[in-house]
């Protein structure tokens, strides 16, 4: 099992009150699954993501990856794992504005402590992989949105992570 998630709970203090974000859920994905999380806004998605990506910690239940519990880790532990293990793709992209990017791409790999020859051969081939490598030297406001996100998703597999999460709007259109 890649990741089990065992009556994982996650609360939020409002004021005096607490707030379920994600009620008792339990789930299991194995090595090589597609997976889509899909529920109506306020479901607990988002905050289902952001504990899957180790950046947020549960309330009450276990978190394992490859069986190991995350659920206690400290953040150095987690930010490690995070940085070799789990590719976040974003909503919002989050580049570097006045970073290229291939700048962008290889941050992880410069957080992970990788040489600047390697890092610039994987960022270029994780550009390349995504059709982006027309625009590897542009900063992001020269890119359109579609390209940013070719961009970020380069950065979220330039570590040849073992997870990859994608967090997605899709619009709900009525007649």
Known sequence: ML???RQVERSFLRGRSVVPGLRSTSLMICPGEFVAILG???SGKSTLLNLMGLLDRPTAGALLLDGADCAKLDHNKLALIRNRRIGLVFRAYHPLPRQTVIDNVELPLTYAGVRRAERRR???EAIERVKLAHRIHHLPALLSGGEQQRAAIARAIVSSPDVLLRTSR??????
């Open 3 to 5: 990741i089990e998630l």
């Open 40 to 42: 109506p806004s306020g």
């Open 122 to 124: 994987r960022a270029s």
């Open 170 to 175: 899709l619009a709900h259109w009525t007649a």
